[in-house]
């Protein structure tokens, strides 16, 4: 217990983080948040975290996230993920790739966005 509370004291080392940005729509990780921005002048529909993948040295991880269906992003606007919620132990460095589906002018699309981090045990230094 006393090394969840540690873990969530300590601030997170951000450097770099793998965006991908398709037909006006930016998927890039900020942190622990996979952030989604609608850049057309139109609104996407029924957006949400397809699929979260770990690949790396991880002893204990899960790959259960929240999953949030947005009805609607207006043009512009963007919203935010948390699926680093659940405790991850392992050891080295440890990719992280989300992927993210929704409709734009009735075509379906996926995108991802990975970031890198290195693992001791419970602590992640994000590494870029």
């Given at each position: 217990?006393?090394?969840?509370?540690?873990?969530?004291?300590?601030?997170?080392?951000?450097?770099k983080?793998?965006?991908?940005?398709?037909?006006?729509?930016?998927?890039?990780?900020?942190?622990?948040?996979?952030?989604?921005?609608?850049?057309?002048?139109?609104?996407?529909?029924?957006?949400?975290?397809?699929?979260?993948?770990?690949?790396?040295?991880?002893?204990?991880?899960?790959?259960?996230?929240?999953?949030?269906?947005?009805?609607?992003?207006?043009?512009?606007?963007?919203?935010?993920?948390?699926?680093?919620?659940?405790?991850?132990?392992?050891?080295?460095?440890?990719?992280?790739?989300?992927?993210?589906?929704?409709?734009?002018?009735?075509?379906k699309?996926?995108?991802?966005?990975?970031?890198?981090?290195?693992?001791?045990?419970?602590?992640?230094?994000?590494?870029?």
């Open positions: 217990m006393l090394m969840l509370v540690a873990m969530a004291l300590l601030p997170t080392l951000v450097i983080g793998e965006a991908n940005a398709l037909d006006g729509v930016d998927v890039r990780w900020e942190g622990r948040q996979l952030v989604v921005t609608n850049n057309n002048d139109y609104s996407i529909c029924n957006l949400s975290l397809a699929e979260i993948a770990l690949t790396g040295f991880v002893v204990i991880g899960g790959e259960s996230y929240p999953h949030v269906n947005i009805s609607e992003l207006h043009p512009g606007a963007s919203c935010s993920f948390s699926p680093l919620r659940w405790l991850i132990l392992g050891f080295g460095p440890v990719t992280l790739t989300a992927t993210v589906s929704y409709i734009d002018q009735g075509e699309v996926t995108q991802e966005a990975s970031i890198t981090f290195f693992l001791l045990g419970p602590i992640a230094l994000f590494i870029g």
